[in-house]
C-alpha cells in the first residue's frame, strides 16, 4: 500500500515564525503536491512538483515556498506565518499528472496565532 | 460559473437509505472524473473514477457521468454509517492552457443508525 506521512498532526506556531511541514511518500511516485483545506473553499493546490528540484506554482502560492532535495520528500515552507494560513494541510503524491491517483497524507492541522 | 459545483450539504440519511451525491460543471474539456471520500480527521482516498459517459457500479456505489449534461452523480445503496464522511468530486481536463486536476469542495454525509 502507498503509505504518505505527514512529520505533524498538529501545529501551533506564533505569526512571523517560519515553518516547515514535511511529507514523505514511500511508493517512488514522480508527482508529490501541497493542498491546504478550508471550510467552504475546497482543496485548493499550493504547489506542486514532478520531479526532484522541480515545482510549479499551483492555485495559491503566495506566502509559501516548497523544496525537493530527494524524490520521497516534499517540504512546505510557511517564510513568515500569518494568521490567514490558518488551515488543513494536505499532502499527496502520485505516479502520474493529472490522471494518476492522488494518494493522500492524513493532513497537518496548522494553527497560527 | 465556477468550474466544478458541489452541493456542500450537509446531507443526514437514514441507515439503509439511497444517497445522490452530484456536482456540475461547465468545462467541456473535463475527460475523467473521479470520486474522492474523506473521513474526519483522515486525507482523501479515492473511491471512483471513471471516463466515459454511463455508469460504473462497484459493490455500493455507482459512478455515473452524464457528458452532454456536464453533471457527475455518485450513488451509494444501502448506506452504512461507515459511509460518513465528506466526498469529494474531482475532474480532469484543460483548464485555460493548463492540463489540470479539479476538486469539488465536498459535500459531507452523515448516515445515522
Known amino acids: 500500500d502507498v503509505k504518505v506521512t505527514q512529520s505533524s498532526r498538529y501545529l501551533v506556531k506564533r505569526t512571523g515564525e517560519k515553518v516547515f511541514l514535511e511529507c514523505v511518500q514511500d511508493m517512488d511516485h514522480e508527482n508529490m503536491f501541497w493542498y491546504r483545506q478550508d471550510p467552504g473553499l475546497g482543496l485548493r493546490l499550493i504547489y506542486f512538483s514532478y520531479d526532484v528540484k522541480m515545482k510549479e506554482k499551483g492555485d495559491i502560492p503566495e506566502g509559501y515556498s516548497v523544496s525537493r532535495e530527494k524524490k520521497e520528500r516534499f517540504s512546505l515552507i510557511l517564510e513568515s506565518a500569518s494568521t490567514n494560513q490558518t488551515s488543513m494541510y494536505l499532502c499527496?503524491?502520485?505516479?502520474?499528472?493529472?490522471?494518476?491517483?492522488?494518494?493522500f497524507g492524513p493532513g497537518t492541522r496548522l494553527l497560527v496565532l | 460559473q465556477k468550474e466544478v459545483e458541489q452541493d456542500p450539504g450537509p446531507l443526514s440519511v437514514p441507515e439503509g437509505a439511497i444517497v445522490s451525491l452530484n456536482c456540475t460543471y461547465s468545462?467541456?474539456?473535463?475527460?475523467?472524473f473521479m470520486w474522492y471520500r474523506q473521513y474526519s480527521r483522515k486525507g482523501p482516498e479515492l473511491l471512483m473514477y471513471?471516463?466515459?459517459?454511463g455508469n460504473k457500479e462497484d459493490g455500493r456505489f455507482t459512478a455515473q457521468v452524464d457528458k452532454s449534461s456536464k453533471y457527475i452523480s455518485l450513488f451509494i445503496r444501502d448506506s452504512q454509517p461507515s459511509d460518513s464522511a465528506t466526498y469529494l468530486c474531482?475532474?480532469?481536463?484543460?483548464?485555460?492552457?493548463?492540463?489540470?486536476?479539479?476538486f469539488g469542495k465536498g459535500t459531507l454525509l452523515t448516515v445515522n443508525p
Open positions: 499527496a503524491s502520485s505516479p502520474t499528472y493529472p490522471e494518476g491517483t492522488q494518494y
Open positions: 474531482a475532474m480532469i481536463g484543460i483548464v485555460g492552457s493548463n492540463y489540470k486536476l479539479t
Open positions: 471513471t471516463y466515459s459517459s
Open positions: 468545462n467541456s474539456a473535463f475527460q475523467y
